[in-house]
């Protein structure tokens, strides 16, 4: 191919910049071969001219297609060059927030300085089980990869992590091994995998600490290997440290810290048990104050040293132990602080009441005095002589830190060997997989020692990555087939010579090292001698004489010679070493024991040799030597496994997060073999594809006639004519190589294709467009020309319409005015004609009303005179009188005066004073009321004189007036001329105004019906708007009442779901640990049967035992399960649960007693029955006086009854007809029928008292030798007694035989029993009013109470009103159901002794019915034997089925242990076991033997949980026990006698329930069994439905579309490979169906059906969407498009199978809102209000995640842009959901088994005889 077709106009490239590193132009014009430059524009504009070498012709590098561009993996890139990985990292990191990139076999990580939820357990999930292709890269893929291969290949696997500080190594080895923990399983030891996540807290605490780069930075590197067996599961750990950087406990750079442990020492300095090591704050001491930053941000140290002292217990390293440790660690900060003073020149010392070193020595234990002496002196050594030499205060202080760092590394060595220890395991190690944290490639401005160990370690490194990376591709040309030549690569082996060889770099410091004047400038000189000019890597400055250089395979780095020797060397003072050998601490001893090793032997070998020192000298491994062997080892350890790659990248220097820095970024690249490996790939063919995504993608590139049947045959066809030059692709066998830049050649041609079709398409569609533009057009101009030429027509009609109105008008319009003219001018006469006649008429009526008025003034006058003179005469009369009666009363006053004086007459006077006193009192009585009148009339007589004054008056007026109207009589005629003239003007005017008031009141009533109209529209407006108001408030009230009670039962029901799940979680759990249990237990007993003689038949025998004794559980496991309560606090029951197994054991308690005491009343009952019997002799002729006495009664009711009527007859007589009279003939004969019917009763009364005595005789005489006998104390020798009193004798023929004693006793009886009776019913009355009392007291109170609580509510607010009410409620409800549980209690009491009742009944009927069988039986056999036909009658079952004891075995081994669920559930009724199950419960049952009931549902329970165990992943014997657990639930509950359940039953059904034993808690044990098999059911199911979900919902596509799939690179999808096996819709479905029929067949109740096909929609949804959002490659519009698609065939199928309202479809809803999220426009700010509003069913978290991971599959489409995201993000930020990412796939519904009676008759059943279960007979 042609530079000029790929350097085209519009061709983009990268062209090489400063800032940047490189940035994009695009090509103005074509490029032709031959041109010097290139014409290119900038992003920004600006047009640029590139200079082209004419000798190299170095074209800038192209860029890759908008469509590969943000690939997961690198190598899927066409153009593989280092500004493509940098621009496709940047894409992913900074745009897509993707931190993972694969390239090739390496996983690029970026830190994102930045807490991502990438890392829960539902993500490990996710990824647990997939292949490395499957999914978006993650440390988790390679994490399974490596456990994948390891379980697949046998071979043991290595994780190598690198980068620089701050790359985020450590964490991404701590989330490798956390995936190794999280999917692995422990195998024997508890909780192996936390020990092995726990000990990196403890080395991050010694071995991590802040540096300028990175806030917890490793500084040492550690090689991890975690053991597994050969299940694969983790049994164990090993750590291998190297090359910790000892000098940073004593020096840090400024903004750095030293190890973490000592920071949080002092953080946790306050706590009591570090009281004794003094210590305080970090600034305190030296070691930690050096940086001057002793605090990271959001990092708590006391919090930290909380994790690393748990971490330490948990590793098994005790309390004591760890006190230890950091007495050692406060002891290395004391030391630090300890002062040296310079004295001399050659001389220190250090004071000897120095705190800090008293302390040190102090928590040490050695002496202070001694360490004192020897950190200041040196103890020198000749062949002769040994003397001590003073020391400076540099080389003391220089000890002292070198003592501090010898420390604390074999401290760090110890620790490191105790977790190794704890994470020891005593199996053997089946495999193992190895995570390598260590340092990447470091260049500082100062590199010493550790620089050059760390780059010497990844030279090493770098070449085994470079080797394997070889090595696959070479393999992959060979399986495929295909020629090849070697691939040149560059070796740094010439490098690593330099370093490691003989004579090398390391090998001439160790010589160094061992000369006694070594020193670091002749070690300089050495180098420059050795290497200078003769080996390419090695340089020297050249302003340094104490430096050089080293060209490595990343960069050439300088390194300064200070210091080389000594860190090489590691000294220490032996002596101080030695005085701490003194010391009494025990680990302190421990750490120096390796020297005590090493001396003995050294000692050994000097008294062979002779030479001590130099022998010592010589043996001890300087540092470089340790690091080159542990390397070799670590080298030789991962040549020896499968290595994984992982390579950190850090951003930038700011820790800004997702931010990247192109030129730091392209700097780690090529440090870390990034850019190698593109090179490696690119020199050969990095673009792979298989033949089947090839002729997927590029199908539109060819014709119809080149596509044939095979495929690859296509593939060769069309790319033979694509591309010209051979050598540029090669045919494998199942793949086609590409060499670098032809995938964008071929997407060049597909997108050119595809243009060329898109404008065809265009131009069709335009065409189309403006031709029905066309048309559309001319169509509404003929319209147009139609309605204008109606239109012009309409107006002309019109005009000639209007003229024609016109003249019609004109001519009513005269005709209406002259018509009116006429009718004014009539109206007009009538008017005047009328006015005249009425001014005549009123003239005349004032003349008569004149005259009349006169004559009636006259009248009155004279009147009034004519009484004046009467009253006159009258009152002259009246006083003559009083005058004349005045004088004759005074005369008549003397006269009794005079009389009143003597005696005689006042006597006489007083005989009638009394009375005339009366008499004169009513009199002037009288007198007053006559006053009163008189009174009266004065007043009403002054009345009418005034009105009389004032008509005179009035008569004086008129008289004036009269003589003023003579006098004015004379100006009458003028006047009355006047008064006519003013009269008609008045008549006019009054008659214009009453017509206008005429006019007005009528104007005024119609505006006043108006008005009342729309008053009473307004009224009844207003009515009906009231009306409306209140309905709207009732209507709010009861939506408001409505909505609360509809959130309180959603939050009723949302709490119960919760409380079940919990319950069920729980139970999962318990029964977990249970199995757990029994598991050991039955290793347990397996080891004690190897190891004894005696063992177990079989695990039912001991199963079965262990159930014989409790309800459900074995004591043995319920003291297991105590004891593991105890030790384990984690699982903690609720407080309902205990309260439901208290109330179990009360209601055990009670049944037991209750069982007592039936047994108590049996016997008791049968005594009873004994004494019955012996009563029963003489009844017969009890019976038949009681007879004669009813006969007796009933004639003396009738008599009774004669008399009444007779009675009522003469009372009720006609009101003419009087009653007879006493005397009279009728009264005398009544009166004697009266007299006689009384003597008859009389004698009737004494018979029936002589009958009733003689019962009472003849009832004592039977009774008198019976055992009741003695109550009856009859004494028949005082009979005779009464013979001898003098009586008539009618008496003594009455009292012959003692008949009236016994007449009296026998009323005496009868007395008593009225008493009794009575005295029965006055209780009952008592009781009845008690009760009705109580009653009325408790309405009382309850009236009182809810007065109060009225008065209380109406004081407070509203809400407090309801909140109140509702707790009154609450506390009335829970009252009324104690009331009701009482009176259950008593109702149940009643009913047990009704059925001890009829049992006894029962027993009485069934011995009568055997004893007449016997007698039947005994006849016959006396009886004439002949022959007879004997024929069979049908026989009546009763549903039971009987077993004898011992049986139990045989029948749940045949019916649950071996039995077939295919045979069963297709052959018989559906729930047969649990039919038969049920019936021998009830045989049980009638036998009344709880042992049998307990031991056969035991050995049940224990059964199906043996057989779920034993076969739980085969989902047809799960699916099948789960219904007949269900089923016999269900029997348990139909059958126990409750009123609830019976009232489904039949009537022969509800004869057939339990009668003496109550199983309701069993059916809660069995209820917990059901919801376990439903549990294991669910994961069964999840366990198959899992391998085909993704390929089906995700992968599979149905219909091959133009888009087809884009390049994956080296790392292929697993489901592209095999198109023949790929799994589509339809097989889910097929698998849908197959579970849904199996659990039809199995008789499974329809809505356990439901639940557990809504579990696996959910499980479909929950697993699909969770890859959608782990899969970039699955997030694009055509993959929205598959996804509704496949969901709407789920829909179909749910309707098909008549489950549409089972909740299924509801679970889908995520699913289907992102697929419509994938195919939404999203641009606008529009589209984001419809994206917030569409999606409620998703979080926020996978909203985001959706759009960040968009990709188009065709360049068309266009990326989300980063702006839209953000406005997205803002939208949703308070939307308060949860910022989950992934659905909880784990996640099961809580399960309800509702009641569902079974409509089979128990005795309808029959038993199988391919059961095996001969032994059972049917009752």
Sequence with gaps: MAASELYSKYGRVWLPD????????????????????????????????????????????????????GENDLTALSYLHEPAVLHNLKVRFVDSKLIYTYCGIVLVAINPYENLPIYEADIISAYSGQNMGDMDPHIFAVAEEAYKQMARDERNQSIIVSGESGAGKTVSAKYAMRYFATVSCSSGEANVEERVLASSPIMEALGNAKTIRNDNSSRFGKYIEIGFDKKHCIIGANMRTYLLEKSRVVFQAYGERNYHIFYQLCASSHLPEFKAFRLGCADDFHCTNQGQSPVIDRVDDAKEMRNTRRAFSLLGIGESDQMEIYQILAAILHLSNVEVKDQSADKSSISPDNVHLMVFCELMGVPSEEMAHWLCHRKLKTTTETFVKTVSKMNAVNGRDALAKHIYARLFSWIVGSINNALKSATKQHSFIGVLDIYGFETFDINSFEQFCINYANEKLQQQFNLHVFKLEQEEYMKEEIPWRLIDFYDNQPCINLIEAKMGVLDLLDEECKMP????????????????????????????????????????????????????????????????????????????????????????????????????????????????????????????????????????????????DPVRAVQQLRACGILETIRISAAGFPSRWTYQEFFSRYRVLMKQKDVLSDKKQTCRNVLEKLIKEQDKYQFGKNKIFFRAGQVAYLEKLRSDKLRTACVRIQKTIRCWLARKKYLRIREAAITIQRHVRGHQARCHVKFLRRTRAAVVIQRNVRMWLSKRRYQQQRSAAITIQCCFRAYMARKKYYKLMFEKKASVIQKFAKGWLARLRYRRTLAAIILLQSCVRRI??????????????????????????????????????????????????LSTVEKTHMDREKQSREIENLRRSEQEARAKADTLPSLLEQLSFLQDELENTRREKNDLEGQTKVYKEQIQQVIEELNMKNSLLNTEKDQLNTVILEQAQQLTEIKTKIENTKQLEKDLSEERSRYQSLLSEHLDLEERHRDLKDEMNLSSSKSGPTGTDSNYSINSSEYSQSLGYSEGEDSSIQTEDETQSTVELPVLLKLQRRMKELDQDKQSLLQQLDKREEAQQEKAKEAEEQKTVGRAELDLEKLKCQELESENKKLKQDLNELRRSLTNEKSELLPPAPGSLPYKTLLEQLNSSNEELEMRKEEVMLLRSHMVRQEALKHKDSALGGSVKLDLTEIPSFQDVDRSTDVHTLNEDGELWLAYEGLKETNRLLESQMQEQEHVHNKTYRTLLEEVNKLKEEKEQQRKLLAQSLLLPEDARVEMSLKHEITRLTNENLELLEQQDKQDKTLRKLKKQLKLYMKKVEDFEASIQQKNNASLMNAPVRAVNITRKEKEYHGMLEYKKGDESRLLKNLVLDLKPRGVAVSFTPGLPAYIIFMCIRYADRENDDLRVTTLLNSTITSIKGVIKKRGKDFEVVSFWLANTCRLMHCLKQYSGDKGFMAHNTPKQNEHCLSNFELSEYQQVISDLAIQIYRQLIKCMEDILQPIIVGSMLEHETVHSVLGSKPTGLRKRSTSFSEEGAVTVEVLLQRLSLFHSTMSQHGMDSDIVKQVVRQQFYIICAVTLNHLLLRKDMCSWSKGLQIRYNVWQLEEWLAEKQLADCGAKETLEPLVQAAQLLQIKKKTEADAQAICSMCTALTTAQIIKVLTLYTPVIEFEERVSTTFITFIKNLLKDSGESSTLMMDAKKIFCVTFPYTPSPVALETIQIPASLNLGFLTRI
């Excluded at 003769?534 to 210091?563: M, T, W």
């Design 517 to 660: 004047k070594g020193s670091d400038d002749t070690w300089a000189q050495k180098l420059y001698n050795t290497f200078l000019k003769q080996n390419v890597h090695f340089d020297k400055p050249r302003l340094s004489n104490r430096a050089f250089i080293i060209h490595h395979f990343a960069d050439k780095v300088e390194y300064q010679c200070d210091g080389f020797l000594e860190k090489n060397r590691d000294t220490v003072n032996e002596e101080q070493i030695n005085v701490l050998k003194k010391s009494k601490f025990d680990l302190l001893l421990k750490l120096f024991e390796d020297d005590e090793k090493a001396t003995i032997s050294t000692n050994k070998l000097t008294s062979i040799i002779g030479r001590s020192s130099q022998t010592q000298r010589d043996n001890k491994k300087t540092v470089g030597l340790q690091f080159r062997q542990s390397l070799h080892l670590l080298m030789d350890t991962l040549n020896a496994t499968t290595p994984h790659y992982v390579r950190c990248i850090k951003p930038n220097d700011h820790k800004a997060p997702f931010t990247l």
């Design 888 to 937: 004759r009363a005074k005369k008549e006053l003397k006269k009794l005066k005079v009389e009143a004086r003597s005696v005689e007459h006042f006597k006489k006077l007083n005989i009638g004073m009394e009375n005339k006193i009366i008499e004169l009192q009513q009199k002037i009585n009288e007198q007053h009321k006559e006053n009163r009148e008189l009174s009266e009339r």
């Design 18 to 69: 400063a800032v940047e590193v490189w940035k994009s132009a695009e090509l103005i014009k074509d490029y032709t071969s031959g041109d010097k430059t290139l014409s290119l524009q900038l992003e920004d504009g600006t047009v640029v001219e590139y200079k082209i070498d004419p000798h190299s012709n170095n074209l800038p590098p192209l860029r890759n297609p908008n469509i590969l561009v």
